[in-house]
């Protein structure tokens, strides 16, 4: 099953965090034994977006590393891109929020705001192209809407 390109990108930088990764092509076997088969295009963007550099270890080994906000800079970046290219509409109901996305794009929109707006999200639901999120107030519902829109522009 395909993965949404935030999730292929926190799998990448889980694997620069986790190990000694000094070239692409060991990066894509790690990739490949995660069951994820990416072309060198993609990967080469991914770590690129993630803002991934190649910094010299003590021993001289060259090793791609993360800089230090990258979890809160580069996954923030991607799930706002996310919302702009995939949310249609957006409405608050009571305590709850109703996204309405492009085909197929809900799972990927529910991560994303998952992601950027977790504090004031009890739950969120994705069906095909519908994120259902629920909060626990009238109040917080619209916070994440008004959120939802300030990202969309």
């Known amino acids: 099953m395909a993965k949404s390109t935030l999730q292929r990108q926190k799998i990448i930088a889980d694997l620069i965090e986790s190990g000694n ?4 092509n060991q990066l894509k076997g790690l990739l490949k034994k995660n069951s994820l088969l990416i072309t060198q295009a993609t990967l080469s963007r991914d770590l690129s977006e993630l803002g991934a550099i190649k910094k010299r270890q003590k021993d001289g080994l060259l090793v791609y590393v ?3 906000d990258q979890d809160n800079n580069a ?3 991607i799930a706002i891109n996310a919302l702009n290219d995939f949310v249609l509409e957006v409405d608050s109901v009571l305590n709850q929020v109703v996204v309405k996305t492009t085909t197929a794009a809900a799972q990927v929109v529910a991560e994303a705001i998952d992601n950027l707006f977790l504090d004031n999200v009890i739950a969120s639901l994705a069906g095909d192209n519908v994120v259902l999120i629920i909060s626990s107030s009238e109040e917080k519902a619209k916070i994440i809407s008004k959120n939802i829109e300030k990202v969309l522009g």
């Open 75 to 77: 996954h923030r970046k």
């Open 66 to 68: 993360l800089p230090k």
């Open 21 to 24: 990764i000094s070239s692409q």
